[in-house]
């Protein structure tokens, strides 16, 4: 059984090259896109460029009918890499067309399978189209609720009216990276590397494969030979208090050599100071620690759900959220005899078992059909 970790689009291939490059272990990865230039270049060990007889390798300019039609035709490959998948982890932009649609399907199949399956998105930059940020709630909403799901917001890009390009590039640059340590500390997870510190937590629980939505998520990080777990330097930053008051889940990762002296509890008290009260803190520690230097992650973000929930009675804020009901898995892709993919929504209104709780109906539209075939059939 393997590990896969699947850059999905241009967004997603950069944040998985990153994590190639700064991980001592970067096994599992793959690159897909439906663009030559993106899949070819990336560092990815395995690499899928999607339906290259359809557009000759050119993508499919930010068509979703186009990039359904993409993904249809590769069912079989995204069958075959999820066959012995232990876990799954997809990281995409989720307004742009190919690397959403291969997180929707793909994420769908794994969950029909019971693979443990994590999304890292990044929902639009605000300057993006109305149609993209639509798009991109339309993908949120359709990804299985069984998958947990990370929304990392791209980073503000300039204040200036002309941008300096390069001080752009290094920008997003800086935030892809930022989210590869993530990538890197979900893969020791999944290796069974980095294992909760939290006094009394289960070796085999992973904070990352408790289904749920965690958006506006935040990530810092501090790395020295020898870093004072109890101050590090970005808690005192504004960055970090803007997003730690809106926060109630905080992971936080601590890679240090040496044996455990008591800076579980130093550091735990020091985040109580800056988190609200009802934040849910998980420590993470790399168990093989690379001795050099001290590293500190911090990810907080606010849980959310896909669906209205029911306002539930107060409850104790020092005990852990209840774990979420397990949803009956089903079939929720399937193929057509034209080899076509068929969404969940759709295919259970053929009495196929795979439904949501509630469509995603948006201006009397259902968004979990997609445009093409919403259009095809008005
Ligand atoms: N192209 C691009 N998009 C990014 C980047 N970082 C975040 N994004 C977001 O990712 C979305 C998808 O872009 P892209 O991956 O190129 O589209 P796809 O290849 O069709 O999936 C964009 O609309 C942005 O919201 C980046 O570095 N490059
Ligand atoms: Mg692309």
Redesign the pocket.
């Known amino acids: 059984m393997s590990v896969r970790i699947v850059g999905?689009?241009?967004?997603?291939?950069?944040v998985v090259d990153e994590w190639i490059l700064l991980s001592d272990c970067p096994t599992g990865s793959l690159a897909c896109?439906?663009?030559a230039s993106?899949v070819d270049g990336s560092l990815a060990s395995q690499k899928l460029l999607l339906a290259p007889d359809i557009t000759g390798g050119l993508?499919?300019f930010?068509s979703r009918d186009l990039?359904w039609r993409m993904v249809g035709q590769e069912n079989q490959q995204l069958e075959e890499l999820l066959k012995d998948c232990s876990r799954l982890l997809i990281v995409?932009?989720?307004?742009?067309?190919?690397?959403?649609t291969?997180a929707e399907v793909l994420s769908l199949k794994a969950v029909e399978r019971e693979i443990p399956t994590t999304v890292f998105a990044?929902?639009?930059?605000p300057f993006?189209t109305e149609e993209?940020q639509e798009a991109?709630e339309a993908t949120r909403d359709a990804l299985p609720a069984e998958a947990s799901l990370f929304l990392f917001p791209?980073p503000p890009l300039s204040e200036e009216p002309i941008p300096d390009v390069a001080a752009v590039r290094r920008g997003?640059r800086a935030?892809?990276s930022a989210l590869a340590q993530w990538v890197d500390v979900w893969s020791g997870m999944a290796r069974g590397v980095v294992l909760p510190a939290n006094p009394g937590a289960e070796a085999e629980s992973s904070r990352f494969t408790v289904a749920g939505v965690i958006e506006d998520c935040h990530v810092f990080s501090e790395a020295r030979a020898r870093l004072d777990l109890s101050l590090p330097g970005f808690l005192e930053g504004s960055g970090f208090r803007q997003a730690a008051e809106k926060a109630d889940r905080c992971l936080a990762y601590i890679e240090a050599g040496g044996e455990d002296s008591g800076w579980k509890e130093e550091l735990g008290e020091r985040l109580r100071e800056f988190l609200p009260k009802r934040t849910r803190l998980d420590l993470l520690r790399r168990t093989e620690a690379r001795p050099t230097e001290t590293r500190l992650l911090l990810l907080v973000g606010r849980a959310a759900s896909r669906h209205p929930t029911p306002v539930c009675p107060e409850r104790d804020e020092e005990r852990p959220a209840p774990e979420p009901a397990r949803i009956p898995l089903r079939p929720c892709v399937f193929p057509e005899p034209e080899g076509r993919l068929v969404p969940a929504s759709q295919a259970s209104q053929d009495g196929t078992p795979f439904a949501k709780t509630a469509a995603t109906l948006h201006k009397g539209q259902n968004l979990d059909i997609p445009a093409f075939r919403r259009r095809s059939r008005s």
């Open positions: 999905a689009g241009a967004a997603g291939i950069n896109d439906g663009e993106s993508g499919c930010g990039a995409t932009g989720l307004a742009g067309a190919t690397g959403a291969v990044f929902p639009p930059f993006e993209r991109a791209p997003l935030f892809q």
